[in-house]
């Protein structure tokens, strides 16, 4: 049982790339998350899906756009990346909004 | 927008000291989670609180949730080099879209000497 699973772990990208971060939960759960953390200021949430077919923005959205493919995956993407992007990305999933987030490892992203 | 503080924002202890963080909303909770995140780790989940002025206890940490459920603490009896990490709270929203939510404090670093 794999839980939460984030693709790359580790990603370097120019100003102005583009990538997309994936995240695939095998726990049949219905609500999934993406945070960024930075030091010193904890874990801030990016966007959100309370569950399969909806959206929705959270603390820092701006420059980010994500999908909630199906019920196991949701990508976010950065369509022109800029170094105040460099952070490490966590992708989360929980069994109902309400209930224990689970974590995948992270992806560190650094933005030159 | 709702938002959780916790402090302290570090804290360093001698192996045996006990440590307490605590975190407070400035709007009331549904519900608040303590996560741990182990340097290069990931948050896990350790527990969460519900019911206003619920107390858990889990081996040496004991959690408590604010009668008014807009604050909370985690404190750790005795503390041991495995407790190193950073501790965070979590808190939920009451209404609206605020209640999908979970805004995390920014957490307590604790390192402990041994």
């Known amino acids: 049982n794999a839980g939460v699973t984030q693709t790359p772990k580790f990603q370097v990208l120019k100003t102005g790339q583009s990538m997309t971060l994936q995240c695939a939960q095998d726990m049949n759960h219905n609500s999934m998350y993406w945070y960024r953390q930075d030091p010193g200021m904890g874990l801030r949430l990016i966007y959100y899906s309370a569950s399969e077919g909806t959206t929705d923005k959270g603390e820092v959205p701006n420059g980010y756009n994500v999908s909630r493919l199906n019920k196991r995956e949701f990508s976010l993407r950065l369509e022109s990346a800029a170094p105040s992007q460099t952070s490490v990305y966590f992708c989360?999933?929980?069994?109902?909004?309400?209930?224990?987030?689970?974590f995948g490892q992270g992806t560190r992203l650094t933005v030159v | 927008g709702q938002q959780v503080m916790q402090i302290p924002q570090y804290q360093h202890v001698q192996e045996g000291e006990d440590f307490t963080t605590y975190c407070n909303s400035s709007t009331t909770l549904s519900n608040i989670q303590w996560y741990k995140q182990r340097p290069g780790g990931h948050p896990v989940f350790l527990i969460q609180?519900?019911?206003?002025?619920e107390v858990k206890k889990q081996k040496r940490l004991t959690f408590q949730f604010g009668e008014a459920k807009k604050n909370s603490s985690l404190h750790i009896t005795a503390t041991q080099t495995t407790d190193v990490g950073t501790y965070f709270c979590?808190?939920?929203?009451?209404?609206?879209?605020?209640?999908?939510?979970?805004?995390f404090g920014k957490g307590t670093l604790l390192t402990v000497n041994p």
């Open positions: 609180l519900v019911k206003s002025g």
């Open positions: 979590a808190g939920r929203g009451v209404s609206g879209g605020s209640n999908y939510k979970l805004t």
């Open positions: 989360a999933s929980s069994e109902a909004y309400w209930g224990e987030a689970f």
